[in-house]
Protein backbone atom coordinates (compact mmCIF):
# COMPACT_ATOMS: atom_id res chain seq x y z
CA UNK A 1 0.00 0.00 0.00
CA UNK A 2 1.55 3.41 -0.66
CA UNK A 3 0.27 6.81 0.92
CA UNK A 4 0.66 9.88 -0.10
CA UNK A 5 0.30 13.11 2.18
CA UNK A 6 -0.49 16.65 1.04
CA UNK A 7 -1.43 19.67 2.21
CA UNK A 8 1.49 20.59 4.97
CA UNK A 9 2.91 24.45 4.20
CA UNK A 10 3.58 27.22 5.81
CA UNK A 11 0.88 29.36 8.23
CA UNK A 12 0.85 31.93 11.21
CA UNK A 13 0.00 30.87 14.88
CA UNK A 14 -3.48 30.61 15.55
CA UNK A 15 -4.00 29.51 11.25
CA UNK A 16 -5.68 26.30 10.00
CA UNK A 17 -3.93 23.79 7.36
CA UNK A 18 -6.02 20.57 6.03
CA UNK A 19 -3.41 17.81 5.60
CA UNK A 20 -4.64 14.65 3.33
CA UNK A 21 -3.47 11.51 2.63
CA UNK A 22 -4.24 8.85 0.06
CA UNK A 23 -4.49 5.54 0.01
CA UNK A 24 -3.50 3.21 -2.95
CA UNK A 25 -2.03 -0.41 -3.94
CA UNK A 26 -4.80 -2.40 -2.40
CA UNK A 27 -5.01 -4.60 -5.00
CA UNK A 28 -8.17 -6.97 -5.43
CA UNK A 29 -8.12 -8.81 -1.83
CA UNK A 30 -8.25 -5.57 0.38
CA UNK A 31 -10.31 -2.03 0.26
CA UNK A 32 -9.61 0.65 2.71
CA UNK A 33 -11.87 0.45 4.73
CA UNK A 34 -10.95 -2.48 6.25
CA UNK A 35 -7.83 -0.21 8.04
CA UNK A 36 -7.42 1.96 10.51
CA UNK A 37 -5.65 5.30 9.99
CA UNK A 38 -3.47 7.05 11.86
CA UNK A 39 -1.53 10.79 11.96
CA UNK A 40 1.94 10.49 13.47
CA UNK A 41 4.53 13.76 13.57
CA UNK A 42 7.95 14.21 14.62
CA UNK A 43 9.08 18.01 15.30
CA UNK A 44 12.38 18.95 14.50
CA UNK A 45 15.17 16.63 17.34
CA UNK A 46 12.44 15.04 18.59
CA UNK A 47 11.33 11.19 18.34
CA UNK A 48 7.68 10.25 16.86
CA UNK A 49 4.73 11.49 18.49
CA UNK A 50 1.30 9.81 17.81
CA UNK A 51 -1.52 12.24 17.48
CA UNK A 52 -4.40 10.95 16.24
CA UNK A 53 -6.19 7.64 15.09
CA UNK A 54 -9.50 6.36 13.08
CA UNK A 55 -11.27 2.97 13.02
CA UNK A 56 -11.91 1.84 9.61
CA UNK A 57 -15.19 2.85 9.09
CA UNK A 58 -14.73 5.77 10.53
CA UNK A 59 -16.71 5.93 13.48
CA UNK A 60 -14.15 5.72 16.09
CA UNK A 61 -11.17 8.54 16.68
CA UNK A 62 -8.99 9.07 19.46
CA UNK A 63 -6.10 12.03 19.81
CA UNK A 64 -3.30 13.02 22.16
CA UNK A 65 -4.14 15.43 24.47
CA UNK A 66 -1.53 18.17 22.60
CA UNK A 67 -4.30 17.72 19.95
CA UNK A 68 -7.11 17.20 21.37
CA UNK A 69 -10.05 19.95 20.65
CA UNK A 70 -7.77 21.62 17.75
CA UNK A 71 -7.71 18.94 15.45
CA UNK A 72 -9.91 16.78 13.68
CA UNK A 73 -9.35 13.21 12.02
CA UNK A 74 -11.65 11.77 9.26
CA UNK A 75 -11.50 9.71 6.30
CA UNK A 76 -13.59 9.59 2.99
CA UNK A 77 -13.15 5.60 2.39
CA UNK A 78 -15.30 6.27 -1.31
CA UNK A 79 -12.04 8.06 -1.93
CA UNK A 80 -8.80 6.48 -0.20
CA UNK A 81 -8.27 9.58 1.67
CA UNK A 82 -7.31 10.03 5.55
CA UNK A 83 -7.60 13.71 6.54
CA UNK A 84 -6.20 15.74 9.65
CA UNK A 85 -7.83 19.40 10.17
CA UNK A 86 -6.01 21.59 11.94
CA UNK A 87 -7.08 24.19 13.75
CA UNK A 88 -5.48 26.98 16.61
CA UNK A 89 -2.01 26.12 15.04
CA UNK A 90 0.83 26.73 17.81
CA UNK A 91 4.59 26.54 17.09
CA UNK A 92 4.72 23.28 18.78
CA UNK A 93 2.76 21.82 16.02
CA UNK A 94 5.87 22.63 13.43
CA UNK A 95 7.01 19.30 12.53
CA UNK A 96 6.89 16.34 9.51
CA UNK A 97 3.28 15.08 9.58
CA UNK A 98 3.22 11.37 8.18
CA UNK A 99 0.10 8.96 7.67
CA UNK A 100 -0.05 5.48 8.71
CA UNK A 101 -1.53 2.24 8.10
CA UNK A 102 -2.45 -0.18 10.88
CA UNK A 103 -2.13 -3.61 9.82
CA UNK A 104 -6.06 -4.41 10.74
CA UNK A 105 -9.31 -2.45 11.90
CA UNK A 106 -8.42 -1.46 15.30
CA UNK A 107 -6.25 1.33 16.42
CA UNK A 108 -3.92 1.75 19.15
CA UNK A 109 -2.82 4.88 21.09
CA UNK A 110 0.86 5.85 20.54
CA UNK A 111 3.19 4.65 18.30
CA UNK A 112 2.94 0.77 18.00
CA UNK A 113 4.45 -2.06 15.45
CA UNK A 114 1.29 -2.43 14.41
CA UNK A 115 1.98 0.00 11.53
CA UNK A 116 2.00 -1.04 8.28
CA UNK A 117 2.69 1.41 5.79
CA UNK A 118 3.67 4.46 6.10
CA UNK A 119 3.61 8.00 4.07
CA UNK A 120 6.92 10.19 2.75
CA UNK A 121 5.81 13.11 5.65
CA UNK A 122 4.42 16.37 4.20
CA UNK A 123 6.09 19.44 6.16
CA UNK A 124 3.76 21.77 8.42
CA UNK A 125 5.34 25.15 9.56
CA UNK A 126 3.80 27.50 11.95
CA UNK A 127 5.38 31.15 12.00
CA UNK A 128 4.98 32.92 15.31
Known amino acids: VHLVESGGGLVHAGGSLRLSCVASGFGFTSTFDEYAMSWVRQAPGRGLEWISAIDGRGRSTDYADSVKGRFTISRDNAKNTLYLQMNGLTTDDTAVYYC??????????????????WGQGTQVTVSS
Open 100 to 117: AKYRGSLFYTGITNEFAS
